[in-house]
């Protein structure tokens, strides 16, 4: 196992290597001055341009410039932001959880309502229930993302008030609560405090929903085919002529067997989870590293930009190798 | 040809595309008020007659609104997925064909490309070349390249392998003749399954990064846009801003996304059981 992971890292390296150098390339190399978007067109004198140019480094040789980069991403050292003066890698570390608490309940929100319709689905193949799964699924990823997030912020916040607009917790009793970890699902329950617990929760429902309904298609899918693929294998026929209720064969004797598939497009959809989180976080001004990203580009704030970018590459390239780990484990067929 | 029951998903996929975009393309006809000026109604007016999806707060009819907004998300979606189809599949033929150091550098590049968020992607490239059609149009293509490159350099794997491939070889045809001629052709459909869901996923990104405000300026109707300016009166109720612009992208993108799994299950009638 401990050889499987070193090799897998290795692979991770040049792969992490290649992102970077795409982000250099993006955020570099293509035409737009970062200091002239950074000054605005007003009243921007040549000095002042090179003033900028000086202070974010860009006056030095572009080999230079790489290096000293990877370097910085190497130690995690993204520089300070423009806009409010603190570390890059400070203000990610503070709005990360947030986004990974959004990341886990909408995961699980997918795989759950993915996994069940699929096994549904394909135990009832080819009947109505089947092909209504099936256009469903088609539907939810042709989905955009935000007019989801829009329309259950119009229906479940706006006008059944069921749920919160927004943010991501009851803001008057947040006022008295300091975070520990800032995944506030757990700080709230660290702190002893229910009513807290049950706000962060109650704030995470329509998120997350939002987010599960995106990426639950694929699950669906492939839990379906992967499904079908075991029912009509021999051992699931002899479970059944040994007289074990339907419902011990198709969870303990196929869906068990099914699993491999699904937990590689769990892992797979990952980029998805992350790209729907970026307008999932705005619509629900949910303050975490892809909305952080996208106020950076509004204010044109290059260097917070840039980190929030490297960041995300290395989180993704993390998910990943843990999907592979995991994958692993879950199969003792595959050798390491 | 194509049988009701058998491709149903193909046919009413095309039904719903061909509706959509001849909606797009006759907007001049159809659309009762100009979309990007004022009307004689109130502002935010709730649908009826004759404003049928309501006004926005400049008036302007939302009806017409939709129906030209689909101008833009149509022909960047088409415009970057033939750029990505071109360019994808050439690499994946030759990285295919050659193989060696430079297929293996090609893969991991576009692999390192596929697995990081396209629409993060796109973000940070319009957000360094500047809104507007043009920079949109290249960053939508430039995510989606990875996704024709592997099909094309897998089928090339799988066809190179083939004998007919061989005594084109041995009768002396050049790589550049063996590799246009014999493979390229056998790879295309399999290729060809993919531009259906690809411009499915790229009206989706364009409306997300014309939501984001990454698009055309105002007052251009663009459906992603349009929502965003909604947003701004979802607390009041206004409904009718954002559920119909919305619900064209979903027309449009479920549309291509049926003529993708009809063409597939065409192609693969194995796959039609399974998927």
Same mark, same amino acid.
């Given at each position: 196992?401990?050889?499987?992971?070193?090799?897998?890292?290795?692979f %991770?390296?040049?792969?992490?290597?290649?992102?970077?150098?795409?982000?250099?390339v993006?955020?570099?190399?293509?035409?737009? /001055?970062?200091?002239?978007?950074?000054?605005g067109?007003?009243?921007?004198?040549?000095? $002042?341009?090179?003033?900028?140019?000086?202070?974010?480094?860009?006056?030095r040789?572009?080999?230079?410039?790489?290096?000293?980069?990877?370097?910085?991403?190497a130690?995690?050292?993204?520089?300070?932001?423009?806009?409010?003066g603190?570390?890059?890698?400070?203000?990610?570390?503070?709005r990360?959880?947030?986004?990974?608490?959004?990341? #886990?309940?909408g995961?699980?929100?997918? %795989?759950?309502?993915?996994?069940?319709?699929?096994?549904?689905?394909?135990?009832?193949?080819d009947?109505?229930?089947?092909?209504v799964?099936?256009?469903?699924?088609?539907?939810?990823?042709?989905?955009?993302?935000?007019?989801? $997030?829009?329309?259950?912020?119009?229906?479940?916040? #706006?006008?059944?008030?069921?749920?919160?607009? $927004?943010?991501?917790?009851?803001?008057v009793?947040?006022?008295?609560?300091?975070?520990?970890?800032n995944?506030? %699902?757990?700080? %709230?329950?660290?702190? $002893?405090?229910? &009513?807290l617990?049950?706000?962060?929760?109650?704030?995470?429902v329509?998120?997350?929903l939002?987010?599960?309904?995106?990426?639950?298609?694929?699950?669906?899918?492939m839990?379906?085919?992967?499904?079908?693929?075991?029912?009509?294998?021999?051992?699931?026929?002899?479970a059944?002529?040994?007289g074990?209720?339907?419902r011990?064969?198709?969870?303990r004797h196929?869906?068990?067997?099914?699993?491999?598939p699904i937990?590689?497009?769990?892992?797979l959809?990952?980029?998805l989870?992350?790209?729907?989180?970026?307008?999932?976080?705005?619509? &629900?001004?949910?303050? !975490?590293?892809?909305?952080?990203?996208?106020?950076?580009?509004?204010?044109?704030?290059?260097?917070?930009?840039? !980190?929030?970018?490297?960041?995300?590459?290395?989180?993704?390239?993390?998910?990943?190798?843990?999907? /592979?780990?995991?994958y692993?484990r879950?199969?003792?067929?595959i050798?390491? | 040809?194509? =049988?009701?029951?058998?491709?149903?998903?193909?046919?009413?996929?095309? *039904?719903?595309?061909?509706?959509?975009?001849?909606?797009?393309?006759?907007?001049?006809?159809?659309?009762?008020?100009?979309?990007?000026?004022?009307?004689?109604?109130?502002?935010?007016?709730?649908?009826?007659?004759?404003?049928?999806?309501?006004?926005? +707060?400049? +008036?302007?009819?939302?009806?017409?609104?939709?129906?030209?907004?689909?101008?833009?998300?149509?022909?960047?979606?088409?415009?970057?997925?033939?750029?990505? *189809?071109v360019?994808?599949?050439?690499?994946?033929?030759?990285?295919?064909?050659?193989?060696?150091?430079?297929?293996?550098?090609?893969?991991?590049i576009?692999?390192?490309?596929?697995?990081?968020?396209?629409?993060?992607?796109?973000?940070?490239?319009?957000?360094?070349?500047?809104?507007?059609?043009?920079?949109?149009?290249?960053?939508i293509?430039?995510?989606?390249?990875?996704?024709?490159?592997?099909?094309?350099?897998? @089928?090339?794997?799988?066809?190179r392998? @083939?004998?007919?491939?061989?005594?084109? =070889?041995?009768?002396?045809?050049?790589?550049?003749r063996?590799?246009?001629?014999?493979?390229?052709p056998?790879? *295309?459909?399999?290729?060809?399954?993919?531009?259906?869901?690809?411009?499915?996923?790229?009206?989706?990104?364009?409306?997300?990064?014309?939501?984001?405000?990454?698009?055309l300026?105002?007052?251009?109707?663009?459906?992603?846009?349009?929502? +965003?300016?909604?947003?701004?009166?979802?607390q009041?109720?206004?409904?009718?801003?954002?559920?119909?612009?919305?619900?064209?992208?979903?027309?449009?993108?479920?549309?291509?996304?049926?003529?993708?799994?009809?063409?597939?299950?065409r192609?693969?009638?194995?796959?039609?059981?399974?998927?």
């Amino acid at each position: 196992m401990a050889r499987y992971i070193l090799a897998r890292l290795a692979f %991770t390296i040049p792969m992490l290597l290649i992102l970077l150098t795409l982000v250099f390339v993006i955020l570099r190399i293509l035409p737009g /001055d970062p200091c002239l978007a950074l000054l605005g067109g007003r009243n921007v004198t040549p000095e $002042g341009i090179a003033q900028c140019r000086e202070l974010l480094g860009l006056n030095r040789p572009i080999l230079v410039q790489y290096l000293d980069y990877l370097g910085d991403a190497a130690r995690l050292d993204f520089g300070t932001s423009v806009r409010t003066g603190l570390p890059v890698t400070q203000e990610l570390l503070l709005r990360f959880p947030a986004t990974v608490e959004l990341a #886990v309940f909408g995961m699980l929100g997918a %795989t759950l309502l993915g996994m069940l319709s699929g096994v549904y689905a394909s135990v009832r193949r080819d009947q109505r229930a089947d092909h209504v799964i099936r256009v469903l699924n088609i539907a939810s990823f042709a989905m955009p993302v935000f007019w989801i $997030g829009l329309m259950f912020l119009m229906l479940f916040a #706006v006008r059944w008030r069921l749920f919160p607009a $927004g943010g991501r917790l009851d803001p008057v009793a947040a006022a008295f609560f300091t975070p520990v970890t800032n995944l506030y %699902t757990i700080d %709230t329950l660290l702190r $002893g405090n229910l &009513y807290l617990f049950l706000s962060s929760l109650h704030h995470l429902v329509l998120p997350s929903l939002t987010l599960a309904i995106v990426v639950s298609g694929f699950i669906g899918r492939m839990t379906r085919s992967s499904m079908l693929e075991v029912l009509d294998r021999e051992y699931v026929t002899v479970a059944r002529a040994k007289g074990l209720h339907e419902r011990t064969v198709i969870i303990r004797h196929a869906l068990a067997n099914a699993l491999i598939p699904i937990v590689t497009v769990v892992g797979l959809q990952f980029a998805l989870l992350m790209a729907g989180a970026i307008l999932t976080e705005t619509v &629900y001004s949910w303050p !975490g590293i892809a909305r952080y990203l996208l106020e950076s580009i509004s204010s044109r704030d290059f260097t917070a930009i840039q !980190g929030a970018v490297i960041f995300i590459a290395f989180f993704i390239s993390a998910v990943n190798l843990l999907v /592979d780990v995991l994958y692993a484990r879950l199969d003792p067929r595959i050798r390491f | 040809m194509l =049988r009701l029951r058998r491709d149903y998903l193909l046919i009413s996929g095309i *039904l719903i595309v061909g509706l959509v975009v001849s909606a797009t393309l006759l907007a001049p006809l159809l659309a009762p008020f100009d979309p990007t000026a004022p009307t004689s109604g109130e502002r935010l007016l709730p649908p009826g007659s004759p404003f049928y999806m309501g006004t926005d +707060q400049l +008036q302007r009819d939302v009806f017409s609104r939709v129906i030209y907004g689909g101008r833009v998300p149509i022909l960047v979606a088409l415009i970057s997925c033939a750029l990505s *189809l071109v360019v994808g599949t050439l690499l994946g033929w030759i990285a295919g064909y050659t193989g060696g150091r430079l297929d293996r550098a090609l893969s991991l590049i576009m692999d390192a490309i596929y697995s990081f968020p396209a629409l993060i992607l796109a973000i940070a490239i319009v957000a360094m070349l500047g809104p507007g059609l043009a920079n949109m149009t290249a960053a939508i293509a430039f995510v989606y390249i990875p996704t024709y490159f592997r099909v094309a350099r897998g @089928q090339v794997l799988a066809v190179r392998a @083939q004998e007919f491939v061989e005594a084109a =070889r041995a009768l002396g045809a050049s790589s550049v003749r063996t590799l246009l001629r014999h493979i390229a052709p056998n790879t *295309l459909p399999a290729v060809m399954t993919v531009p259906s869901f690809n411009i499915a996923d790229a009206i989706l990104t364009e409306a997300a990064l014309s939501f984001l405000g990454f698009g055309l300026p105002p007052p251009t109707p663009d459906w992603g846009f349009d929502i +965003q300016n909604g947003q701004k009166f979802l607390q009041s109720g206004f409904w009718w801003l954002i559920t119909f612009p919305g619900l064209m992208i979903i027309l449009l993108s479920v549309g291509f996304g049926m003529i993708g799994e009809g063409v597939n299950d065409r192609l693969n009638p194995r796959r039609r059981r399974l998927a």
